[in-house]
């Protein structure tokens, strides 16, 4: 058997038969463009497979070492990669240049950091892997725009011809003049492999004098220029002095441009995978260095807490006491996972668990409290009685005791949160409460939230919470 096909084995013993089998076939039938930069969740739709299932799949065919798994700096306005990290620690705190959109961005996980996964040449070699010898707008769609960008190619074909005014090819070392009628638009004479950029804004009277502009590439980012011309002819003379090859390309600022781009589809962020059960599992080397703070906007964290577990190993003994425990463990822990949660660690009894949408998080703790009832009814006592509490919010991502955290107000609150329930009831926040999905649940369970007001611990003033009885 080959190596290949030891790793194919080993998949399907790890991840659902069903996403296992539908990654082999991609490996070994898919045209080279669907095995770079693979995007998770469009492969799920395609496929018809879970999206939970899908990503795992993924992670354990990277962890095996199908593929390599990527996390992409994207550009907010035109969703290009600024750059292509292999692990998270390489994610920088300074801001990302975008040469097209003339603007800086710190990454924020939340929609900025995009995760892929590309074939490892070690199991079969495609083109993107040389990506030097692509052709230009094959360069353009693999390794420019990210895998969120919906391209057609009809589409793309059609939009090109309205938006690109010219492009070619430079090899290193070489130079080249392109002759071009400016028409009366805003015009971007953009090179995606050194992420450079030149506006032109035309206006004014057409001129049949021929206008010039000279433009060289180097190893260094070129900082991105501007200039008003005229309607009319263009003399552009180009220098590749980048050591590699460089693609210039001229286009027309206009609404072709931003339509081509702005089709957009769901992509896995790093924010959802920072909160997969199976990234938290089987990626547990590619945690963040001691000083890096990855901003995040808005997570969901939900804390759960065993009430009176110190009387109840008196009073039923150390013994049944823990497998009791455990077992309350058990279902939580599964609950978690199945509802795209992630456990960020368990401290005593207590659970500190993510999610992505607030929706996630309420679902998992109703589907906790029945599991307890469970439990009690099968004891025929009340044994288990857990105390829930979900809040959601901005927080940094860290590294905390050598294990990848999150820190905040958003976090203490949460805790805090928690401890306000005395018997099964779940406590929620405003920021939860306001999320139409939660409304939708609530009002499906037939469940009337009591609004009321706490004061916190460690909290200067007082919050409006939700108690679900």
Same mark, same amino acid.
């Given at each position: 058997?080959?190596?290949?096909?030891?790793?194919?084995?080993?998949?399907?013993?790890?991840?659902?038969?069903?996403?296992?089998?539908?990654?082999?076939?991609?490996?070994?039938?898919?045209?080279?463009?669907?095995?770079?930069?693979? !995007?998770?969740?469009?492969?799920?739709?395609?496929?018809? +497979?879970?999206?939970?299932?899908?990503?795992?799949?993924?992670?354990?065919?990277?962890?095996?070492?199908?593929?390599?798994?990527?996390?992409?700096?994207?550009?907010?306005?035109?969703?290009?990669?600024?750059?292509?990290?292999?692990?998270?620690?390489?994610?920088?705190?300074?801001?990302?240049?975008?040469? +097209?959109?003339?603007?800086?961005?710190?990454?924020?996980?939340?929609?900025?950091?995009?995760?892929?996964?590309?074939?490892?040449?070690?199991?079969?070699?495609?083109?993107?892997?040389?990506? !030097?010898?692509?052709?230009?707008?094959?360069?353009?769609?693999?390794?420019?725009?990210?895998?969120?960008?919906?391209? !057609?190619?009809? $589409?793309?074909?059609?939009?090109?011809?309205?938006?690109?005014?010219?492009?070619?090819?430079?090899?290193?070392?070489?130079?080249?003049?392109?002759?071009?009628?400016?028409?009366?638009?805003?015009?971007?004479?953009?090179?995606?492999?050194?992420?450079?950029?030149?506006?032109?804004?035309?206006?004014?009277?057409?001129?049949?004098?021929?206008?010039?502009?000279?433009?060289?590439?180097?190893?260094?980012?070129?900082?991105?220029?501007?200039?008003?011309?005229?309607?009319?002819?263009?003399?552009?003379?180009?220098?590749?002095?980048?050591?590699?090859?460089?693609?210039?390309?001229?286009?027309?600022?206009?609404?072709?441009?931003?339509? +081509?781009?702005?089709?957009?589809?769901?992509?896995?962020?790093?924010?959802?995978?920072?909160?997969?059960?199976?990234?938290?599992?089987?990626?547990?080397?590619?945690?963040?260095?001691?000083?890096?703070?990855?901003?995040?906007? $808005?997570?969901?964290?939900?804390?759960?807490?065993?009430?009176?577990?110190?009387?109840?190993?008196?009073?039923?003994?150390?013994?049944?006491?823990?497998?009791?425990?455990?077992?309350?463990?058990?279902?939580?822990?599964?609950?978690?996972?199945?509802?795209?949660?992630?456990?960020?660690?368990?401290?005593?009894?207590?659970?500190?668990?993510?999610?992505?949408?607030?929706?996630?998080?309420?679902?998992?703790?109703?589907?906790?409290?029945?599991?307890?009832?469970?439990?009690?009814?099968?004891?025929?006592?009340?044994?288990?009685?857990?105390?829930?509490?979900?809040?959601?919010?901005?927080?940094?991502?860290?590294?905390?005791?050598?294990?990848?955290?999150?820190?905040?107000?958003?976090?203490?609150?949460?805790?805090?949160?928690?401890?306000?329930?005395?018997?099964?009831?779940?406590?929620?926040?405003?920021?939860?409460?306001?999320?139409?999905?939660?409304?939708?649940?609530?009002?499906?369970?037939?469940?009337?939230?009591?609004?009321?007001?706490?004061?916190?611990?460690?909290?200067?003033?007082?919050?409006?919470?939700?108690?679900?009885?």
């Amino acid at each position: 058997m080959s190596d290949v096909q030891a790793q194919f084995s080993v998949l399907r013993q790890t991840t659902d038969p069903a996403v296992a089998d539908a990654i082999v076939q991609l490996i070994e039938k898919g045209e080279d463009h669907e095995l770079n930069r693979v !995007n998770a969740l469009d492969f799920s739709k395609r496929t018809g +497979l879970g999206e939970e299932q899908v990503i795992s799949g993924f992670l354990h065919a990277s962890r095996l070492g199908l593929f390599e798994l990527t996390w992409n700096v994207l550009c907010p306005g035109c969703s290009g990669v600024l750059d292509a990290h292999s692990t998270l620690k390489s994610l920088r705190n300074d801001d990302y240049q975008c040469g +097209l959109c003339a603007c800086g961005y710190e990454a924020s996980v939340d929609e900025q950091v995009e995760v892929a996964f590309t074939v490892s040449p070690r199991v079969r070699r495609i083109a993107a892997h040389d990506p !030097n010898t692509l052709p230009i707008w094959d360069y353009f769609k693999q390794i420019f725009w990210s895998s969120g960008v919906d391209f !057609n190619k009809e $589409s793309f074909e059609e939009l090109s011809d309205q938006v690109v005014l010219d492009a070619l090819e430079l090899p290193a070392g070489e130079k080249a003049v392109l002759s071009l009628q400016l028409p009366k638009e805003f015009i971007i004479v953009f090179e995606p492999v050194t992420h450079s950029a030149h506006f032109i804004d035309v206006q004014g009277e057409p001129t049949k004098d021929r206008q010039h502009l000279s433009l060289m590439y180097n190893k260094v980012h070129a900082p991105t220029g501007n200039m008003t011309l005229r309607p009319g002819p263009l003399r552009l003379s180009l220098d590749n002095q980048a050591g590699v090859r460089v693609l210039p390309s001229v286009f027309v600022a206009a609404e072709a441009l931003h339509h +081509l781009i702005g089709k957009r589809k769901p992509f896995l962020t790093a924010k959802r995978i920072l909160s997969n059960q199976t990234f938290r599992d089987v990626y547990k080397a590619d945690n963040l260095t001691l000083d890096q703070r990855l901003k995040i906007t $808005s997570l969901t964290f939900l804390f759960t807490d065993l009430k009176g577990s110190t009387a109840l190993y008196e009073r039923v003994g150390d013994l049944a006491a823990f497998d009791l425990v455990r077992a309350h463990f058990h279902a939580l822990l599964d609950i978690i996972a199945s509802e795209r949660g992630a456990v960020v660690k368990t401290i005593g009894d207590a659970v500190m668990a993510t999610f992505v949408r607030p929706e996630h998080a309420l679902a998992a703790g109703l589907r906790m409290r029945t599991a307890m009832k469970t439990l009690n009814d099968e004891r025929g006592k009340e044994d288990l009685v857990v105390k829930i509490g979900i809040h959601e919010g901005p927080c940094l991502a860290v590294m905390l005791n050598e294990r990848q955290d999150y820190f905040g107000q958003t976090v203490n609150i949460a805790a805090r949160v928690q401890s306000l329930s005395t018997s099964q009831e779940i406590h929620l926040t405003q920021p939860v409460m306001e999320s139409a999905e939660v409304a939708g649940i609530l009002d499906r369970a037939s469940i009337r939230p009591i609004q009321k007001e706490a004061a916190l611990r460690g909290i200067a003033d007082k919050l409006v919470v939700y108690e679900i009885p």
